[in-house]
């Protein structure tokens, strides 16, 4: 009688437990493409992003002696970071065959992002970025969209302002600079000469340094999509060159402009740009071959030492604007 009371489950008929299979699958899946697309999107060039957005709003709020609205700076702040993630991913979609070429492990070129979804990505964050930057003002909304336009024109096919190094620098240049003018919005103040002065120097260092030295060690695949990038045109040495002589030059541009306005956080971020300067000529001289090769790391050695000099540059006047 028991037995004949007790339902009998076939191996094709769902369990009580399976309900639940089918949407947390569905989670854990959206789950890990969000990590491959954060991961593709590059997390070092989103926090440098949001952080120049930041360091943006606060020297204009302390030049005014004002407080930033923190409201709207958080917002603002969340909606470059969506712009950034939909135009870096979107670059790694234009990319894919190059990257490919140089043999990259980023998500998309290693097949663990599939294409699709990371275009499904570039839709998504670009309208949290612009809605984000509604909320925060209609002139961080505006910056926005003039930097998800920028990246657009950086990466896509019918424009590929990256397949040219002056066509890179001028765009790349003109995002930072708009990135910096985005905080500058969200803190309601005007822009102060101290920004101004920090702003210019910095997105120029990102033109004229970032541009070029992000294209060491990927010529290979560089040229096989057709680029003519100054290390394709010119030799990676004369890229390292160029680098080098750029660096000295916004190192005399910045101390100029910061003996000029005298604020002790310009006064900061001109000597750690002079140290860090001095680092990237270093990383720029040719690498030594070994057991016949150059190994990846020294490739991209110039690049690595502009990024952590930003982020050196950027903290050392946050700081100064804290003890100050």
Same mark, same amino acid.
């Not at 070429?101 to 992002?113: E, F, I, M």
């Not at 110039?302 to 946050?318: C, E, F, G, I, K």
């Given at each position: 009688?028991?037995?004949?009371?007790?339902?009998?489950?076939?191996?094709?008929?769902?369990?009580?437990?399976?309900?639940?299979?089918?949407?947390?699958?569905?989670?854990?899946?959206?789950?890990?493409?969000?990590?491959?697309?954060?991961?593709?999107?590059?997390?070092?060039?989103?926090?440098?992003?949001?952080?120049?957005?930041?360091?943006?709003?606060?020297?204009?709020?302390?030049?005014?002696?004002?407080?930033?609205?923190?409201?709207?700076?958080?917002?603002?702040?969340?909606?470059?970071?969506?712009?950034?993630?939909?135009?870096?991913?979107?670059?790694?979609?234009?990319?894919?065959?190059?990257?490919?070429?140089?043999?990259?492990?980023?998500?998309?070129?290693?097949?663990?992002?599939?294409?699709?979804?990371?275009?499904?990505?570039?839709?998504?964050?670009?309208?949290?970025?612009?809605?984000?930057?509604?909320?925060?003002?209609?002139?961080?909304?505006?910056?926005?969209?003039?930097?998800?336009?920028?990246?657009?024109?950086?990466?896509?096919?019918?424009?590929?302002?990256?397949?040219?190094?002056?066509?890179? $620098? &001028?765009?790349?240049? !003109?995002? #930072? +600079?708009?990135?910096? %003018? *985005?905080? /500058?919005?969200?803190?309601? =103040? @005007?822009?102060?000469?101290?920004?101004?002065?920090?702003?210019?120097?910095?997105?120029?260092?990102?033109?004229?340094?970032?541009?070029?030295?992000?294209?060491?060690? $990927? &010529?290979?695949?560089? !040229?096989? #999509? +057709?680029?003519?990038? %100054? *290390?394709? /045109?010119?030799?990676?040495? =004369? @890229?390292?060159?160029?680098?080098?002589?750029?660096?000295?030059?916004?190192?005399?541009?910045?101390?100029?402009?910061?003996?000029?306005?005298?604020?002790?956080?310009?006064?900061?971020?001109?000597?750690?740009? #002079?140290?860090?300067?001095?680092?990237?000529?270093?990383?720029?001289?040719?690498?030594?071959?070994?057991?016949?090769?150059?190994?990846?790391?020294?490739?991209?050695?110039?690049?690595?030492?502009?990024?952590?000099?930003?982020?050196?540059?950027?903290?050392?006047?946050?700081?100064?604007?804290?003890?100050?």
């Amino acid at each position: 009688m028991t037995q004949a009371l007790t339902p009998r489950l076939s191996p094709t008929s769902p369990s009580v437990f399976s309900v639940f299979d089918v949407p947390w699958s569905s989670l854990l899946s959206t789950a890990r493409t969000v990590r491959m697309c954060l991961r593709e999107a590059r997390p070092l060039v989103q926090v440098m992003f949001v952080l120049r957005f930041v360091t943006g709003a606060l020297l204009t709020a302390s030049a005014a002696h004002q407080r930033p609205d923190a409201p709207h700076l958080l917002i603002g702040a969340a909606a470059w970071w969506a712009v950034t993630v939909s135009v870096y991913v979107f670059n790694g979609v234009s990319d894919l065959c190059e990257d490919r070429a140089n043999r990259s492990r980023r998500p998309l070129a290693s097949g663990r992002l599939s294409e699709g979804a990371a275009r499904r990505a570039v839709v998504v964050t670009a309208l949290a970025g612009l809605l984000l930057g509604w909320a925060a003002g209609w002139k961080v909304a505006e910056a926005a969209a003039v930097f998800l336009a920028l990246g657009y024109a950086y990466s896509a096919p019918w424009i590929a302002a990256k397949c040219r190094s002056w066509s890179a $620098s &001028t765009v790349t240049c !003109a995002a #930072a +600079g708009t990135t910096y %003018l *985005a905080g /500058v919005a969200s803190s309601g =103040s @005007a822009l102060s000469v101290e920004a101004a002065v920090f702003a210019l120097v910095l997105s120029l260092g990102v033109g004229l340094i970032a541009a070029v030295a992000k294209d060491l060690g $990927s &010529t290979r695949g560089d !040229a096989l #999509a +057709g680029r003519r990038t %100054l *290390a394709v /045109v010119r030799g990676e040495h =004369s @890229a390292r060159r160029f680098c080098a002589v750029s660096g000295g030059a916004l190192t005399l541009a910045l101390t100029a402009g910061a003996l000029w306005v005298h604020e002790v956080p310009l006064d900061a971020a001109a000597a750690v740009f #002079a140290v860090g300067a001095l680092c990237v000529a270093g990383r720029c001289l040719p690498p030594r071959m070994k057991n016949g090769r150059i190994a990846d790391n020294r490739l991209r050695a110039p690049y690595r030492s502009w990024m952590a000099t930003q982020y050196a540059v950027h903290l050392s006047a946050l700081g100064a604007l804290v003890l100050a």
